[in-house]
């Protein structure tokens, strides 16, 4: 099968730390991004910290989606606190987009929710790059539940971003943080919540996504969980962060991506990407998640979804 007639949908989500750009405003790890990026020959990539990407005409925007190959971007606002917005980039060979959501309360960063309708399929499929609050576990539980809107009834999405914030599942259990080895006492009090008077890792953006409640299903599927348990593939569970920071213990599986169940169906593969480019471009390891974009389109029928955004 040739490159044009492959059957692979391959979605990256990334955090490249202040989008590449050093304190001494050089741009050598962007650089090293992209061509981390181009070379996953990605049709969707869901972006976080694009750090005042909106400046000057939103030029890094057009950069990045000029050096993935001519992608449609997507780029979220900027608060007044923090300068580092979500993207969204999309293929226009494969990816039509229709409509345009910014998803700005209760949330600290807001959510870039492009909806596309991919080319061969009837109905459209809702995108969105996200990035959790890093330092208030109460206020990403508020976000997880404004993202469960993507995931009403009849709706089809992909969402991936940092959750600063763990898996709830119980096969990861082992995985958490050991807090009497953190360092970081600030990181201690962002990422752990009272549980019975004890103090126990963040796992509930998680649970409110992917868990199931009083027999029922889940709003998202997690595809590294999908991956490792429906599709058998070694090493969807990695962690991704922090590879930099020595001083908040081991890195964990912070950066996730979720799918609609109909969606997560058609997943094939998912890879933590780790190479020298990447540990030398950001702190987050990237997330590729590859769909058969056949039984993607079949799953996008009129019947079984709707994808608007709430």
Same mark, same amino acid.
């Given at each position: 099968?040739?490159?044009?007639?492959?059957?692979?949908f391959r979605v990256v989500?990334?955090?490249?730390?202040? @989008?590449g750009i050093g304190r001494d405003g050089s741009d050598d790890r962007w650089h090293l991004a992209m061509d981390v990026l181009a070379a996953l020959q990605p049709h969707v990539v869901l972006r976080q910290e694009? !750090?005042?990407?909106?400046?000057?005409?939103?030029?890094?925007?057009?950069a990045e989606a000029a050096r993935l190959g001519g992608h449609v971007p997507f780029l979220a606002s900027a !608060?007044?606190?923090?300068?580092?917005?979500?993207?969204?980039?999309?293929?226009?060979?494969?990816?039509?987009? !229709?409509?345009?959501?910014?998803?700005?309360?209760?949330?600290?960063?807001?959510?870039? @929710?492009?909806?596309?309708? #991919?080319?061969?399929?009837?109905?459209k499929l809702s995108l969105a790059s996200v990035h959790l609050c890093s330092?208030?576990?109460?206020?990403?539980? @508020?976000?997880?539940?404004?993202?469960?809107?993507l995931g009403k009834p009849g709706m089809a999405a992909i969402i991936g971003g940092d959750f600063n914030s763990y898996p709830h599942d119980e096969s990861?259990?082992?995985?958490?943080?050991?807090?009497?080895?953190?360092?970081?006492?600030?990181?201690?009090?962002?990422?752990?919540?009272?549980?019975?008077?004890?103090?126990?890792?963040d796992t509930r953006p998680d649970r409110i996504l992917a868990g199931t409640h009083h027999g029922r299903p889940p709003v998202f599927v997690e595809l590294g969980q999908y991956a490792t348990t429906q599709r058998h593939v070694p090493g969807a569970l990695a962690p991704t962060s922090s590879l930099w920071r020595t001083d908040q213990g081991p890195m964990r599986r912070i950066d996730r991506i979720y799918a609609t169940p109909q969606v997560a169906e058609a997943l094939t593969d998912?890879?933590? #990407?780790? @190479?020298?480019?990447?540990?030398?471009?950001?702190?987050?390891?990237?997330?590729?998640?590859?769909?058969?974009?056949?039984?993607?389109?079949?799953?996008?029928?009129?019947?079984t979804t709707a994808a608007t955004a709430a």
């Open positions: 099968m040739t490159a044009l007639e492959s059957d692979d989500s990334w955090n490249v730390e202040h @989008n694009l !750090t005042r990407a909106d400046m000057y005409g939103r030029r890094a925007v057009w !608060t007044p606190e923090s300068a580092n917005p979500t993207g969204v980039y999309v293929d226009p060979n494969l990816c039509e987009p !229709t409509e345009y959501y910014e998803h700005t309360t209760g949330m600290w960063h807001p959510v870039c @929710n492009p909806v596309v309708r #991919i080319k061969g399929a009837p109905a330092f208030d576990p109460d206020r990403r539980v @508020n976000e997880a539940r404004r993202l469960t809107t990861e259990a082992a995985s958490l943080p050991d807090w009497e080895e953190v360092e970081d006492r600030s990181h201690f009090e962002h990422r752990t919540i009272d549980s019975g008077g004890v103090r126990v890792s998912l890879e933590v #990407i780790v @190479n020298d480019e990447v540990r030398e471009a950001s702190d987050h390891l990237p997330v590729l998640a590859t769909f058969s974009l056949s039984r993607l389109r079949q799953a996008l029928s009129p019947s």
